[in-house]
Nanobody, 125 residues
Framework: VQLQASGGGLVQAGGSLRLSCAAS????????MGWFRQAPGKEREFVAR????????YYADSVEGRFTISRDNAKNTVYLQMNSLKPEDTAVYYC???????????????????WGQGTQVTVSS
């Protein structure tokens, strides 16, 4: 599986962005998908994840209620809608795929098998 993230950019606090992650391969619909982010000088952290079917989603406390993860298996794409953005959301955002399709416990980087190249999100105050 190859992943290509896009949609990052510069936005003012309170604004919105939608990230996309396009995947190659016929087995995309069997993979759980996740978004992680990494700010300068910090470790990569979990943001959101979604099960293979799209029925189950999980979020980090810091983004709960502001971000929404979704997927379109017909388009081999997963999305991250980010609303009410804050300066502390500034980071490089990565999409990732895991063979753990139900993603119930897949909240750490080591549980993901494939990674995209990252897209920069900068939120100005």
């Amino acid at each position: 599986v190859q992943l290509q993230a896009s949609g990052g950019g510069l936005v003012q606090a309170g604004g919105s962005l939608r990230l996309s992650c396009a995947a190659s391969g016929r087995t995309f619909s069997t993979y759980g998908m996740g978004w992680f982010r990494q700010a300068p000088g910090k470790e990569r952290e979990f943001v959101a994840r979604i099960s293979w079917s799209g029925l189950n989603t999980y979020y980090a406390d810091s983004v709960e209620g502001r971000f929404t993860i979704s997927r379109d298996n017909a388009k081999n794409t997963v999305y991250l809608q980010m609303n009410s953005l804050k300066p502390e959301d500034t980071a490089v955002y990565y999409c990732a795929a895991t063979r753990q399709g139900n993603v119930r416990v897949a909240s750490t980087t080591t549980q993901y098998d494939y990674w995209g190249q990252g897209t920069q999100v900068t939120v100005s105050s």
